[in-house]
């Protein structure tokens, strides 16, 4: 585990160097750079939650899971299960 850490921890400072090596104009574009596609990612993901929640059909519905779904089932499932039901009492 002390490897692992060590390891980490050489390559972060080796990134803080390559860092302080760059000149301050370059280290300001490139936080720029970084804060805008921060910024485009950020609006993106609350433009699709907006669109998502948007849609009229977007409802959450809070039911007991059976395992399988009562709405995927046909008239002839449904029938065979209260024939079923109906036998067994």
Same mark, same amino acid.
Request: aromatic share 6%; no cysteine; glycine share 6%.
């Given at each position: 585990?002390?490897?692992?850490?060590?390891?980490?921890?050489y390559y972060?400072?080796?990134v803080d160097n390559r860092w302080r090596i760059l000149p301050v104009k370059r280290q300001r574009l490139l936080t720029k750079l970084f804060?805008? $596609?921060?910024?485009?990612? +950020?609006?993106?993901v609350i433009v699709s939650i907006c669109i998502s929640t948007s849609q009229r059909n977007n409802k959450i519905s809070i039911n007991h899971i059976? $395992?399988?779904?009562?709405? +995927?089932?046909?008239?002839?499932t449904i029938q065979a299960d209260k024939t079923n039901l109906l036998i067994k009492k």
């Open positions: 585990m002390k490897r692992i850490r060590d390891k980490i921890e972060v400072l080796e804060f805008v $596609g921060y910024a485009l990612l +950020t609006l993106l059976d $395992g399988i779904s009562k709405k +995927t089932q046909t008239k002839d």
